[in-house]
């Protein structure tokens, strides 16, 4: 059986990265005397309606746990569309967050006690307070097991600089992030969290090794400050000096548009095309389309943008901010520069196209990483064990 809230759409190194990937590896499914009822999980997080990494990859959990064995998974949106007329306020400025937030708590509050777990996936700052607290709230006052999937690359100002962030965060019974990189954030606020991957369905992204890679550039990050999208267009300023018919494909949307395609003037580039918003399910022909990826963001955690990238053969040059590092291995899986350097970066992407049999070597150690760390038949038991022990916690409370 399949419990289902609300109808979702499913898209189809260092050495915390080292104790990350054999954390993955050392935790086989709970067995033995363990209570083999199904364990009823709650997704709580981002619909595609707000199309982002960590919407894609509740889809694809929410996707895949509707095919696991003992579990059984429903879904309640952070973002619900209200009904009928209503839909009207949420087209309001501050009436659609309160509006929203209203019937988000009353969807909670109606449906947690249909679970033995509530997994919410968690941004940072406002909508931190607003997501995932109000699920972890509802969590304990049902006794119910909860689960926070911190997932931004803002952690550490977050923890540091909001005073209710790490009280509210100790909330949950268990703190779980997508890479070595945030685990380390979270302890030094003293908040024991553990690393499972995101993860991509590989077999369903198109896959060739660029071999000879050709000057067509692709980056896929939402048009924000924090991505620098602008540091990928400065450096494809530099590649495009020496060549010519270098293109390049920005995928993405958000505030920052009018500004990014006013620098592409100033800069007087030719070749660059902004294709707004893509959906999960169209991505592959971009990336089958593009033989190098640019990513320059200045703030960032574990990007599935990257992680796509590898299962498609895209070999990525990239700034080395957050948690990239813990993606790619300079010079064995991609290319880094330093935070805020586009002349490094620049210099990486030609580098990229210059050197012969670099960019076949990457493409392959990129795809070959991907399948070893972040497809779904690895992460898969770290999830049903987890499951199942924060359920036991609420069986064994129970009367």
């Given at each position: 059986m399949v419990i289902v809230t609300q109808g979702m759409p499913t898209a189809n190194n260092a050495e915390g990265d080292s104790r990350a990937a054999t954390d993955q590896a050392e935790h086989p499914p709970a067995s033995g005397t363990v209570?083999?009822?199904?364990?009823?999980?709650?997704?709580?997080?981002?619909?595609?309606d707000i199309l982002g990494g960590q919407a894609v990859q509740l889809s694809r959990l929410l996707d895949q746990l509707r095919r696991t064995p003992g579990i059984e998974v429903g879904f309640i949106p952070m973002n619900p569309r209200l009904p009928g007329p209503l839909r009207l306020l949420q087209r309001v400025k501050y009436v659609r967050t309160v509006t929203t937030s209203l019937?988000?708590?009353?969807?909670?509050?109606?449906?947690?006690?249909?679970?033995?777990?509530?997994?919410?996936?968690?941004?940072?700052?406002?909508?931190?307070?607003?997501?995932?607290v109000p699920a972890m709230v509802v969590a304990r006052l049902y006794r119910r097991g909860s689960l926070l999937n911190y997932h931004s690359g803002e952690a550490a100002d977050h923890l540091a600089n909001w005073r209710t962030a790490v009280p509210l965060a100790r909330l949950a019974d268990r703190i779980v992030v997508p890479s070595g990189y945030l685990?380390?954030?979270?302890?030094?606020?003293?908040?024991?969290?553990?690393?499972?991957?995101?993860?991509?369905?590989?077999?369903?992204?198109?896959?060739?090794?660029?071999?000879?890679?050709?000057?067509?550039?692709?980056?896929?990050?939402?048009?924000?400050?924090?991505?620098?999208?602008?540091?990928?267009?400065?450096?494809?300023?530099?590649?495009?000096?020496?060549?010519?018919?270098?293109?390049?494909?920005?995928?993405?949307?958000?505030?920052?548009?009018?500004?990014?395609?006013?620098?592409?003037?100033?800069?007087?580039?030719?070749?660059?095309?902004?294709?707004?918003?893509?959906?999960?399910?169209?991505?592959?022909r971009l990336l089958d389309e593009a033989d190098v990826l640019l990513n320059a963001p200045d703030i960032d955690n574990m990007p599935l943008s990257l992680i796509e990238a590898q299962a498609a053969g895209l070999p990525i040059v990239s700034t080395s901010t957050g948690g990239i590092p813990w993606i790619v291995k300079e010079g064995?899986?991609?290319?880094?520069?330093?935070?805020?350097?586009?002349?490094?970066?620049?210099?990486?992407?030609?580098?990229?196209?210059?050197?012969?049999?670099?960019?076949?070597?990457?493409?392959?150690?990129?795809?070959?990483?991907?399948?070893?760390?972040?497809?779904?038949?690895?992460?898969?038991?770290?999830?049903?064990?987890?499951?199942?022990?924060?359920?036991?916690?609420r069986w064994a409370a129970s009367p």
């Open positions: 209570d083999a009822r199904p364990v009823r999980v709650c997704l709580v997080g981002p619909s595609l019937a988000y708590l009353v969807s909670l509050l109606r449906q947690v006690p249909r679970y033995d777990v509530v997994h919410a996936f968690s941004p940072s700052y406002w909508a931190f307070l607003l997501g995932p685990q380390d954030v979270f302890a030094t606020f003293g908040l024991p969290a553990e690393a499972i991957h995101n993860f991509v369905d590989a077999h369903a992204i198109p896959h060739r090794v660029r071999s000879v890679p050709r000057p067509r550039f692709l980056s896929n990050r939402n048009l924000e400050p924090m991505y620098n999208v602008a540091g990928c267009i400065h450096a494809f300023a530099q590649v495009q000096a020496v060549e010519p018919g270098a293109s390049l494909v920005i995928a993405g949307f958000g505030s920052e548009r009018a500004r990014l395609e006013g620098l592409v003037a100033e800069l007087g580039l030719s070749n660059v095309r902004f294709a707004g918003r893509v959906p999960p399910d169209e991505m592959g064995e899986t991609g290319l880094l520069a330093p935070p805020g350097d586009t002349a490094a970066l620049g210099a990486a992407a030609l580098r990229m196209l210059r050197e012969p049999g670099l960019a076949e070597r990457l493409s392959v150690a990129g795809r070959a990483s991907c399948l070893e760390r972040f497809t779904w038949p690895v992460v898969q038991a770290r999830w049903v064990r987890t499951y199942r022990e924060l359920a036991a916690r």
